[in-house]
């Protein structure tokens, strides 16, 4: 399975402001996907981001809070915009494995805003 | 998304008993069902999966039973170990070329005591 890294690893945001998280893969991967944990939770899809395209979002997810970039096969980053509290959650990323539907999640960014 | 329904939502098991978790999905077009354990500050990790010609999968001390008829699938841990100590949960999708874009059941907490 792939080794998955994110950054930052938690962070503590004010309300109106945006995150940046950053998801870096050690192998060249097709799919790439972006999932939400809110607290105590399970884990919902935001979006899949592939290479060379659009991200594609998932109902209740748009592109204006969550602006998505893919620049190439090993990396992606999800963008938290204007920030509230209700965004407090772990966002993971997740790659899909050269055998098709095995998927595997990075450690997660813990997102707290006040 | 389509729903798939977990339970229970927690489970306390002594040392050396049987773990079972119980998942539901409505949507007939799935066609992979992973189990992921999730440990307190990590990503979910790919315990095992199912395709939907198979009724059983056993890797270790973890079997899933695959009942299509019923659309119902279970994890069981046989010889539970306090290490076993999470949070797991099913999901479901349909593998696509576009991408295996998983539905996650809401969790079941488990403690396994020594």
């Known amino acids: 399975s792939a080794v998955i890294s994110q950054k930052p690893s938690r962070d503590i945001c004010q309300r109106g402001t945006s995150l940046t998280i950053q998801c870096q893969v050690d192998?060249?991967?097709?799919?790439m996907f972006w999932y939400r944990q809110q607290p105590g939770q399970s884990l919902t899809l935001i979006a899949t981001?592939?290479?060379?395209?659009?991200?594609?979002?998932e109902s209740g997810f748009v592109i204006d809070k969550f602006p998505i970039s893919r620049p190439n096969l090993t990396f992606s980053t999800l963008t938290v915009s204007n920030m509230s509290p209700e965004d407090s959650s772990i966002y993971l990323c997740?790659?899909?494995?050269?055998?098709?539907?095995?998927?595997?999640f990075g450690p997660g960014t813990r997102l707290t805003v006040l | 998304q389509q729903q798939v329904k977990q339970s229970p939502q927690s489970l306390i098991v002594q040392k050396g008993g049987i773990s079972i978790i119980n998942c539901a999905y409505e949507n007939t077009a799935f066609d992979y069902f992973p189990w992921y354990q999730q440990f307190p500050g990590k990503g979910p990790a790919l315990l095992i999966a199912i395709r939907p010609d198979v009724s059983e999968k056993k890797e270790g001390r973890f079997t899933i039973s695959f009942n299509k008829s019923a659309k119902q699938f279970s994890l069981h841990i046989m010889d539970s170990q306090p290490g076993d100590s999470a949070t797991y949960f099913c999901?479901?999708?349909?593998?696509?070329?576009?991408?295996?874009?998983?539905?996650f059941g809401g969790g079941t907490r488990v403690l396994v005591k020594p």
């Open positions: 997740s790659v899909e494995g050269l055998a098709g539907g095995s998927q595997y």
């Open positions: 999901a479901a999708s349909v593998i696509k070329a576009a991408g295996n874009k998983l539905t």
């Open positions: 981001a592939n290479q060379g395209s659009e991200a594609t979002y």
């Open positions: 192998s060249q991967v097709t799919m």
